[in-house]
Protein backbone atom coordinates (compact mmCIF):
# COMPACT_ATOMS: atom_id res chain seq x y z
CA UNK A 1 0.00 0.00 0.00
CA UNK A 2 1.27 3.56 -0.99
CA UNK A 3 1.33 6.63 1.83
CA UNK A 4 -1.08 8.07 -1.10
CA UNK A 5 -3.01 4.57 -0.65
CA UNK A 6 -2.65 5.22 3.38
CA UNK A 7 -3.99 8.57 3.01
CA UNK A 8 -7.04 7.89 1.41
CA UNK A 9 -8.26 5.56 4.10
CA UNK A 10 -6.52 6.70 6.79
CA UNK A 11 -8.38 9.55 6.98
CA UNK A 12 -11.87 8.57 6.82
CA UNK A 13 -11.35 5.81 9.62
CA UNK A 14 -10.28 8.92 11.69
CA UNK A 15 -13.29 10.71 10.70
CA UNK A 16 -15.68 7.73 11.36
CA UNK A 17 -13.62 6.87 14.64
CA UNK A 18 -13.90 10.37 15.95
CA UNK A 19 -17.54 10.52 14.97
CA UNK A 20 -18.29 7.21 16.70
CA UNK A 21 -15.97 8.21 19.79
CA UNK A 22 -18.31 10.75 20.09
CA UNK A 23 -20.39 8.85 22.56
CA UNK A 24 -17.90 9.58 25.42
CA UNK A 25 -18.50 13.24 24.71
CA UNK A 26 -22.09 12.38 26.11
CA UNK A 27 -21.12 10.42 28.94
CA UNK A 28 -18.66 12.96 30.10
CA UNK A 29 -21.57 15.88 29.86
CA UNK A 30 -23.88 13.58 31.87
CA UNK A 31 -21.54 12.46 34.50
CA UNK A 32 -18.72 15.73 35.00
CA UNK A 33 -21.73 18.48 34.31
CA UNK A 34 -24.13 18.23 36.30
CA UNK A 35 -26.65 21.14 34.87
CA UNK A 36 -26.82 19.31 31.60
CA UNK A 37 -30.74 18.75 31.28
CA UNK A 38 -33.56 18.04 29.30
CA UNK A 39 -33.54 21.58 27.60
CA UNK A 40 -29.95 21.10 26.58
CA UNK A 41 -30.47 17.87 25.33
CA UNK A 42 -33.35 19.09 23.49
CA UNK A 43 -30.97 21.65 21.84
CA UNK A 44 -28.53 18.96 20.98
CA UNK A 45 -30.92 16.59 19.37
CA UNK A 46 -32.36 19.52 17.42
CA UNK A 47 -28.83 20.52 16.53
CA UNK A 48 -28.08 17.08 15.06
CA UNK A 49 -31.67 16.99 13.29
CA UNK A 50 -30.95 20.36 11.72
CA UNK A 51 -27.40 19.53 10.89
CA UNK A 52 -28.55 16.01 8.76
CA UNK A 53 -31.52 17.49 7.11
CA UNK A 54 -29.67 20.09 5.71
CA UNK A 55 -26.81 18.29 4.77
CA UNK A 56 -28.85 15.75 3.33
CA UNK A 57 -31.17 17.90 1.13
CA UNK A 58 -28.61 20.76 0.30
CA UNK A 59 -25.42 18.63 -0.57
CA UNK A 60 -25.74 14.99 -1.06
CA UNK A 61 -29.00 14.54 -2.98
CA UNK A 62 -27.95 17.63 -5.52
CA UNK A 63 -24.72 15.54 -6.10
CA UNK A 64 -26.31 12.38 -6.92
CA UNK A 65 -28.69 13.78 -8.99
CA UNK A 66 -25.82 15.34 -11.20
CA UNK A 67 -24.02 12.12 -11.43
CA UNK A 68 -26.78 9.90 -11.54
CA UNK A 69 -29.66 11.66 -12.53
CA UNK A 70 -33.37 11.89 -10.94
CA UNK A 71 -34.78 8.61 -10.92
CA UNK A 72 -31.99 6.33 -9.54
CA UNK A 73 -31.17 8.99 -6.71
CA UNK A 74 -34.69 8.70 -5.28
CA UNK A 75 -35.05 4.95 -5.30
CA UNK A 76 -31.53 4.59 -3.62
CA UNK A 77 -32.76 7.97 -1.13
CA UNK A 78 -35.79 5.65 -0.32
CA UNK A 79 -33.90 2.37 -0.11
CA UNK A 80 -31.84 3.72 2.66
CA UNK A 81 -34.70 5.22 4.37
CA UNK A 82 -36.38 1.45 3.71
CA UNK A 83 -32.80 -0.32 5.20
CA UNK A 84 -32.21 2.34 8.36
CA UNK A 85 -36.07 1.34 9.16
CA UNK A 86 -35.87 -2.12 9.37
CA UNK A 87 -33.13 -2.33 11.49
CA UNK A 88 -34.89 0.44 13.67
CA UNK A 89 -37.94 -1.62 13.86
CA UNK A 90 -35.85 -5.01 14.60
CA UNK A 91 -33.70 -3.19 17.10
CA UNK A 92 -35.14 -0.03 18.21
CA UNK A 93 -33.13 2.58 20.85
CA UNK A 94 -35.43 5.14 21.79
CA UNK A 95 -32.65 6.61 24.24
CA UNK A 96 -35.14 10.10 25.31
CA UNK A 97 -36.96 7.24 27.24
CA UNK A 98 -34.45 6.37 29.59
CA UNK A 99 -32.73 9.72 30.17
CA UNK A 100 -32.62 11.37 33.86
CA UNK A 101 -34.63 8.56 35.14
CA UNK A 102 -33.23 7.25 38.36
CA UNK A 103 -35.84 6.07 40.26
CA UNK A 104 -36.02 3.01 38.68
CA UNK A 105 -34.60 -0.50 40.22
CA UNK A 106 -31.53 -1.93 39.58
CA UNK A 107 -32.43 -4.76 37.59
CA UNK A 108 -34.36 -2.83 35.01
CA UNK A 109 -32.15 -0.28 34.91
CA UNK A 110 -29.21 -2.14 33.85
CA UNK A 111 -31.91 -4.09 31.51
CA UNK A 112 -32.59 -0.51 30.25
CA UNK A 113 -28.57 0.00 29.82
CA UNK A 114 -28.20 -3.18 28.16
CA UNK A 115 -31.00 -2.88 25.53
CA UNK A 116 -29.70 0.67 24.42
CA UNK A 117 -26.53 -0.14 24.31
CA UNK A 118 -27.71 -2.96 22.13
CA UNK A 119 -29.67 -0.81 19.68
CA UNK A 120 -26.94 2.14 19.61
CA UNK A 121 -24.31 -0.16 18.42
CA UNK A 122 -26.02 -1.76 15.58
CA UNK A 123 -27.24 1.32 14.78
CA UNK A 124 -23.74 2.59 14.58
CA UNK A 125 -22.34 0.38 12.40
CA UNK A 126 -24.45 1.78 8.90
CA UNK A 127 -23.44 5.36 10.59
CA UNK A 128 -19.80 4.44 10.89
CA UNK A 129 -19.86 3.11 7.33
CA UNK A 130 -21.61 6.13 6.02
CA UNK A 131 -18.73 8.60 7.31
CA UNK A 132 -15.92 6.46 5.66
CA UNK A 133 -17.74 5.66 2.49
CA UNK A 134 -18.49 9.25 2.26
CA UNK A 135 -15.20 10.46 3.12
CA UNK A 136 -13.39 7.79 0.89
CA UNK A 137 -15.64 9.63 -2.29
CA UNK A 138 -15.64 13.09 -1.51
CA UNK A 139 -13.77 14.68 1.65
CA UNK A 140 -15.98 17.99 2.12
CA UNK A 141 -19.17 15.37 2.23
CA UNK A 142 -17.14 13.08 5.11
CA UNK A 143 -16.25 15.94 6.78
CA UNK A 144 -19.24 16.91 7.26
CA UNK A 145 -21.88 13.52 7.79
CA UNK A 146 -18.85 12.95 10.42
CA UNK A 147 -19.41 16.65 12.11
CA UNK A 148 -23.44 15.70 11.91
CA UNK A 149 -22.66 11.73 13.39
CA UNK A 150 -20.62 12.99 15.79
CA UNK A 151 -23.64 15.64 16.89
CA UNK A 152 -26.22 13.03 17.04
CA UNK A 153 -23.74 10.29 19.01
CA UNK A 154 -23.52 12.91 21.93
CA UNK A 155 -27.18 12.32 22.96
CA UNK A 156 -26.72 8.83 22.13
CA UNK A 157 -23.60 8.64 24.88
CA UNK A 158 -26.27 10.22 27.31
CA UNK A 159 -28.37 7.63 26.70
CA UNK A 160 -26.45 4.95 27.54
CA UNK A 161 -24.13 6.13 30.59
CA UNK A 162 -27.66 7.14 32.61
CA UNK A 163 -28.95 3.79 33.28
CA UNK A 164 -25.35 2.34 33.46
CA UNK A 165 -24.31 4.73 36.02
CA UNK A 166 -27.51 4.60 38.23
CA UNK A 167 -27.47 1.04 38.04
CA UNK A 168 -23.57 0.58 39.45
CA UNK A 169 -22.93 4.15 40.53
CA UNK A 170 -19.67 3.30 38.63
CA UNK A 171 -18.67 6.48 36.49
CA UNK A 172 -15.77 4.66 34.27
CA UNK A 173 -18.59 1.02 33.75
CA UNK A 174 -20.32 4.05 32.50
CA UNK A 175 -17.82 5.35 29.97
CA UNK A 176 -16.94 2.19 29.69
CA UNK A 177 -20.33 0.87 28.02
CA UNK A 178 -20.09 4.40 26.33
CA UNK A 179 -16.91 3.27 24.41
CA UNK A 180 -18.34 -0.15 23.49
CA UNK A 181 -20.94 1.18 21.42
CA UNK A 182 -19.04 4.19 19.97
CA UNK A 183 -16.13 2.17 18.76
CA UNK A 184 -18.90 0.19 16.54
CA UNK A 185 -18.53 3.02 13.91
CA UNK A 186 -15.34 2.67 13.20
CA UNK A 187 -15.76 -1.14 12.77
CA UNK A 188 -18.63 -0.97 10.72
CA UNK A 189 -16.89 1.22 8.73
CA UNK A 190 -13.75 -0.83 7.68
CA UNK A 191 -15.69 -4.11 7.41
CA UNK A 192 -17.78 -2.12 4.57
CA UNK A 193 -14.83 -0.78 3.01
CA UNK A 194 -13.35 -4.36 2.71
CA UNK A 195 -16.47 -5.87 1.23
CA UNK A 196 -17.11 -2.72 -1.30
CA UNK A 197 -13.44 -1.60 -2.05
CA UNK A 198 -13.80 -3.39 -5.24
CA UNK A 199 -17.09 -2.09 -6.46
CA UNK A 200 -15.97 1.51 -5.61
CA UNK A 201 -16.31 3.99 -8.59
CA UNK A 202 -17.62 7.73 -8.90
CA UNK A 203 -20.90 6.80 -10.00
CA UNK A 204 -21.04 3.78 -7.11
CA UNK A 205 -20.54 6.82 -4.77
CA UNK A 206 -23.31 8.77 -6.15
CA UNK A 207 -25.67 6.31 -5.85
CA UNK A 208 -24.00 5.73 -2.09
CA UNK A 209 -24.25 9.08 -1.69
CA UNK A 210 -28.33 9.21 -2.04
CA UNK A 211 -28.88 6.18 0.26
CA UNK A 212 -27.04 7.67 2.87
CA UNK A 213 -28.81 10.79 2.59
CA UNK A 214 -31.93 8.59 3.04
CA UNK A 215 -30.29 7.12 6.55
CA UNK A 216 -29.86 10.52 7.90
CA UNK A 217 -33.58 11.88 6.82
CA UNK A 218 -35.11 8.60 8.45
CA UNK A 219 -32.90 9.37 11.63
CA UNK A 220 -33.57 13.01 11.90
CA UNK A 221 -37.72 11.98 11.67
CA UNK A 222 -37.78 9.25 13.42
CA UNK A 223 -35.29 10.21 16.53
CA UNK A 224 -34.40 13.51 17.03
CA UNK A 225 -37.03 15.53 16.12
CA UNK A 226 -39.80 13.42 18.47
CA UNK A 227 -37.23 13.01 20.76
CA UNK A 228 -36.06 17.15 21.01
CA UNK A 229 -39.50 18.19 20.84
CA UNK A 230 -40.40 16.40 24.45
CA UNK A 231 -41.05 17.80 27.62
CA UNK A 232 -42.34 21.22 26.34
CA UNK A 233 -38.82 22.14 25.06
CA UNK A 234 -40.83 22.94 21.56
CA UNK A 235 -38.45 26.46 21.15
CA UNK A 236 -35.14 25.44 22.61
CA UNK A 237 -35.36 22.60 20.03
CA UNK A 238 -35.97 25.03 16.93
CA UNK A 239 -33.06 26.80 17.97
CA UNK A 240 -30.57 23.76 17.89
CA UNK A 241 -32.86 22.70 14.53
CA UNK A 242 -32.00 26.23 13.04
CA UNK A 243 -27.86 26.30 14.44
CA UNK A 244 -27.44 22.39 13.17
CA UNK A 245 -28.74 23.92 9.72
CA UNK A 246 -26.50 27.18 10.09
CA UNK A 247 -23.74 25.24 10.98
CA UNK A 248 -23.77 23.06 8.02
CA UNK A 249 -24.11 26.06 5.78
CA UNK A 250 -21.41 28.16 7.12
CA UNK A 251 -19.25 24.88 6.96
CA UNK A 252 -19.99 24.89 3.42
CA UNK A 253 -18.36 28.19 2.56
CA UNK A 254 -14.72 26.85 3.27
CA UNK A 255 -15.00 23.51 1.73
Not at 191 to 197: A, D, H, K, P, S
Not at 226 to 241: D, K, V
Request: aromatic share 16%; with cysteine.
Amino acid sequence: MSYQEFQTIFIPLLLAFLAGISTLVGSLIFLFIKKFNRKSLSFFLGLSAGAMIYLSFMELLPSSLRSIGFIPTNILFFLGILFIGIIDFIVPHHYSKVCFKNGTPYNKLMMTGTMTILGITIHNFPEGAAVFMSSYGNLKFGLLIALATALHNIPEGIAVSVPIYYATRNKWKSIGYSFIAGIAEPIGAVITFLVLRPFISSTFLAYLFAFIAGIMVFISLDELLPSCFEHSQGHRAIIGIITGMFLIASSLIFF
